[in-house]
């Protein structure tokens, strides 16, 4: 069983920025990826960003220079900071593992999801 939880969602205005943690437990051995995934009314979830456990990185074309990952292996955790927030960045951020390591090349699935959390940016 794993287990993620994520936090640090909340409303911030237009050119703000907020920093998402995912801490995950249980068994998650053998776990390549982990990985952002947000999704916004009326549009298909999307990828923000992924980080292999060998630190290979990949991040959605909306967000290349504003939000940056990283994870601390001993503490099961990844983050997702974001800078100069948009309103178009408002959507539910959900934490995401998976074995498969294509997932950071935009392929695969992944095999565990946390619960989300709202981002909101106000104009």
């Known amino acids: 069983q794993v287990q993620l939880v994520e936090s640090g969602g909340g409303l911030v205005q237009a050119g703000g920025s907020l920093r998402l943690s995912c801490v995950a437990s249980g068994s998650i051995a053998g776990i390549n990826a982990m990985g952002w995934l947000r999704e916004a009314p009326g549009k298909p979830r999307e990828l923000v960003s992924v980080?292999?456990?060998?630190?290979?990185?990949n991040y959605g074309k909306d967000v290349k220079g504003r939000f940056s990952i990283s994870r601390d292996n001993g503490k099961n955790t990844v983050y997702l900071q974001m800078n100069s927030l948009k309103p178009e960045d408002t959507g539910v951020y959900y934490c995401?593992?998976?074995?498969?390591?294509?997932?950071?090349?935009?392929?695969?699935?992944?095999?565990?999801w946390g619960p989300g959390t709202q981002v909101t940016v106000s104009s």
């Open positions: 995401a593992l998976a074995y498969d390591l294509s997932v950071v090349a935009g392929r695969g699935e992944y095999d565990f």
């Open positions: 980080i292999a456990s060998g630190g290979e990185l």
